[in-house]
C-alpha cells in the first residue's frame, strides 16, 4: 500500500480564514508590499494556522510521487553532513531517488522557509538534521502527511522517526576516560550552542558531578574554527590556569587547540590532554592523534534513508528510533 498525499491547504481556504478575495492573498504571496501592513499581518497568521504550501509542481502531478526527498542541513560545509549525505545517496541513487539539498545556518527561522520551499516541490519525505523547529514548520510537515527522518540524536523527541547517537552518555563517557586518566581541571569548549551542544554540555557536568569535580565552560554563538580554539585556549589560560584537560564539542574546535598548544608549547598530553567529537580523519593524522569520538556518520546517512524510502512506499517500520553506536578514539592527546 502506497501513501496518498492529503489535498494541500489551497489560497481559497486562506482567504475564507480572513475574508478577502483569493485574489488579495494572491498579490500578497507575489509581493506582500501590495497589501497593507495590517492584512500582511492577517494572511501571515493564517498562513502559518493552515500551514499553507505553495505548489511549484503542475497541479496535474499534485498527487502524484515525485521520486525526490528533501535534506535540510544546518551547514554545507562541515564534514560531518557532507559524510551522512553521502549515506544518504548510497541509497537513494540505487532506489531512483533524487535529493534536494538545503541548508539553514543553524536557523529555525531559515528552516521554516527551506521546509516550505521543498514541500511546495510536491517532495515525497524529509530528512532534518535538528530538533528545534517553529510551529510553523511543523504545522506544515502535519498537513503535508510526508514522512520526516531527523538525525544527529537517538534520545530527544521526534516528530516521525529518528536516527543518531546518545550525545549526552557518548560525552558523559569521554569524560570519565579523561578523568580516570588523571585529568582533574577539565573544561569544555562550546561553539554554535546548537542543541546537541548543549546536550554534550550536560553531559560532560554531569560526568565532572559524579567525579565530586568542578565544571568550566567557555561557550559562544560563534561558528566552530580552529581560530576559536586557539582563542578559547589563551582565554581558559588566563581565567582557569590550572586546566589539564579541554574537551570540545567537535573537532575543529579541538584541533584548533592542538595546533595553538604546538605553537606556544604547550605540551600535550603531559600539561594538557585534548578531546574532540566526532572522529575526522584530519584529527588522526596530527601528531600528536586528537582523541575524539567517532560518531557513524555513512551508516545514519544510510539507514534514515532505507527508513524514508520504506514509509513512502507504504512498508511497515517496525522501530522508528534507531540508536547507533559511537567509537571512543584515545589518539595520543590524552
Known amino acids: 500500500m502506497r501513501i496518498n498525499k492529503k489535498r494541500r491547504t489551497g489560497l481559497q481556504e486562506i482567504a475564507n480564514l480572513i475574508g478577502v478575495s483569493k485574489m488579495t492573498v494572491s498579490r500578497f504571496l507575489r509581493d506582500p508590499t501590495l497589501v497593507s501592513e495590517p492584512l500582511q499581518l492577517?494572511?501571515?497568521?493564517?498562513?502559518?494556522?493552515?500551514?499553507?504550501?505553495p505548489n511549484k509542481a503542475p497541479d496535474m502531478l499534485s498527487n502524484a510521487k515525485s521520486h525526490a526527498i528533501g535534506i535540510v542541513f544546518p551547514s554545507l560545509t562541515n564534514q560531518?553532513?557532507?559524510?551522512?549525505?553521502?549515506?544518504?545517496?548510497?541509497?537513494?541513487?540505487?532506489?531512483?531517488?533524487?535529493?534536494?539539498?538545503?541548508h539553514t545556518g543553524y536557523s529555525s527561522e531559515k528552516e521554516e522557509m527551506r521546509v516550505r520551499s521543498l514541500l511546495a516541490y510536491n517532495i515525497d519525505g524529509l530528512i532534518l538534521t535538528e530538533r528545534n523547529h517553529s510551529a510553523a514548520t511543523r504545522k506544515m510537515i502535519e498537513i503535508s502527511e510526508v514522512?520526516?527522518?531527523?538525525l544527529m540524536d537517538s534520545v530527544s523527541p521526534c516528530i516521525d522517526m529518528a536516527v543518531g547517537f546518545d550525545n549526552f552518555t557518548a560525552t558523559k563517557n569521554m569524560i570519565h576516560h579523561m578523568i580516570d586518566r588523571g585529568r582533574r581541571n577539565i573544561v569544555y569548549f562550546s561553539a554554535r550552542q546548537d542543541q546537541r551542544s548543549i546536550i554534550r554540555q550536560k553531559g560532560?557536568?554531569?560526568a565532572m558531578d559524579e567525579a565530586g569535580l568542578k565544571s568550566f565552560t567557555l561557550a559562544?554563538?560563534?561558528?566552530?574554527?580552529?581560530?576559536?580554539g586557539a582563542r578559547f585556549l589563551h582565554?581558559?589560560?588566563k581565567e582557569y590556569p590550572c586546566v589539564d584537560g579541554i574537551f570540545s564539542t567537535n573537532d575543529d574546535l579541538a584541533l584548533g587547540v592542538l595546533l595553538e598548544c604546538q605553537r606556544i608549547n604547550i605540551e600535550v598530553p603531559k600539561q594538557i590532554a585534548i578531546v574532540g567529537f566526532h572522529g575526522h580523519k584530519i584529527g588522526q593524522y596530527m601528531n600528536p592523534k586528537l582523541a575524539s569520538i567517532l560518531t557513524p556518520r555513512i551508516e545514519m546517512?544510510?539507514?534514515?534513508?532505507?527508513?524514508l524510502l520504506k514509509r513512502i512506499n507504504g512498508e511497515t517500520v517496525d522501530q522508528k528510533v534507531i540508536e547507533l553506536s559511537v567509537e571512543y578514539l584515545d589518539g595520543e592527546s590524552i
Open 42 to 53: 492577517q494572511i501571515s497568521a493564517a498562513i502559518d494556522k493552515l500551514g499553507y504550501i
Open 235 to 237: 582565554k581558559i589560560l
Open 204 to 206: 560532560y557536568e554531569k
Open 301 to 307: 546517512g544510510k539507514i534514515a534513508a532505507e527508513l
Open 147 to 150: 514522512p520526516v527522518v531527523e
Open 220 to 228: 559562544t554563538t560563534e561558528s566552530s574554527s580552529y581560530d576559536l
Open 80 to 102: 560531518v553532513f557532507a559524510d551522512i549525505l553521502k549515506g544518504i545517496e548510497m541509497v537513494t541513487d540505487v532506489k531512483g531517488y533524487q535529493t534536494m539539498i538545503t
